[in-house]
């Protein structure tokens, strides 16, 4: 992508400037259709909006990112220039080069389903997966898109990673502590994490800076406990060990065939996909525990 193709121009843009549902964005599609046709530059999407629809919003974003003919795509510029909250933040972040004017205001939640009548437990079961589901997938679609702008900001920061570093120590170490430069050494052999990390952080307002650290904390403990669980399946080896956990012979295993009255009878092998869902459960039902014994709430 380059650089010279990352200029706005409000000549060649559509406003997003209310509650995005499906007939908004059949408003928009026309105007869309019409700027790809007159040329492969970019577009510029203007973002004043509290939300909506995130199905509305994929499909905006599949219209404006869809190849023409000539199999051309245009750069989608997305710019927030007031509101971006909910799905209008989602928006934003999933264009190709993405910016936020210093009055924007930018408010991310977890998905949400729309009103709900006569939940029953069965229900509200069915709605917490789907809705955990759809927070994975939506979450991998923005990470997707910020991976590339992440790309850009390392070229354009990394003369600056020596000095950032020494100036935020304690963030380089929690950052080289997580050993993602060591996961991508083979892959990235001078990708250099810390220090774009650092760089970020210097540039970034203190609200920013919280939430940085408040994602490298939640990082931190998902890598400790992906740790914890590549550990426990070195150690758990139930073709050798009497006291292995999964072993077919395990109490466990007996008690589970009981209760659900499984047939042909429960085992481990036959559950093999089981096993790495409740180790990361039995762990973080483990860090809880420890943490609450900490703060003198357990007994």
Not at 264 to 280: G, M, V
Request: glycine share 6%; hydrophobic share 40%.
């Amino acid at each position: 992508m380059a650089r010279e193709n990352l200029d706005w121009d409000w000549n060649r843009a559509i406003h997003v400037n209310r509650e995005i549902t499906d007939e908004f964005v059949a408003t928009l599609i026309p105007e869309v259709l019409k700027l790809k046709q007159s040329g492969a530059t970019p577009i510029t999407v203007g973002i004043d909006s509290g939300g909506g629809s995130l199905l509305a919003t994929e499909q905006l974003l599949k219209v404006l990112k869809t190849p023409d003919q000539e199999g051309r795509v245009c750069t989608i510029i997305t710019i927030a220039v007031n509101k971006a909250y909910s799905a209008a933040a989602s928006l934003l972040a999933m264009g190709d080069y993405a910016i936020a004017m210093p009055s924007a205001q930018i408010l991310y939640h977890d998905v949400r389903l729309g009103e709900v009548y006569d939940v029953t437990p069965a229900k509200a079961t069915q709605a917490a997966r789907h809705l955990n589901r759809e927070n994975d997938r939506i979450a991998l679609l923005i990470a997707k898109s910020v991976a590339k702008r992440l790309a850009w900001n390392s070229i354009d920061l990394k003369k600056g990673f020596g000095e950032t570093k020494k100036k935020f120590p304690d963030l380089a170490t929690i950052v080289n502590e997580l050993g993602a430069r060591d996961d991508l050494q083979n892959d990235i052999p001078r990708f250099d994490l810390a220090g774009l990390i650092c760089s970020i952080f210097a540039q970034t307002s203190e609200v920013g800076d919280r939430l940085l650290r408040k994602s490298l904390e939640h990082l931190t403990v998902w890598r400790k406990l992906e740790m914890a669980f590549v550990t426990f399946t070195e150690h758990n080896k139930p073709d050798t060990d009497k006291q292995a956990l999964f072993r077919d012979d395990n109490p466990l295993a007996t008690i589970i065939s009981q209760i659900f009255k499984d047939k042909p009878p429960f085992t481990w092998t036959t559950r093999a996909s089981l096993k790495e869902d409740l180790t990361i459960l039995l762990l973080l039902l483990l860090r809880t525990g420890f943490k609450n014994t900490h703060r003198g709430l357990l007994t």
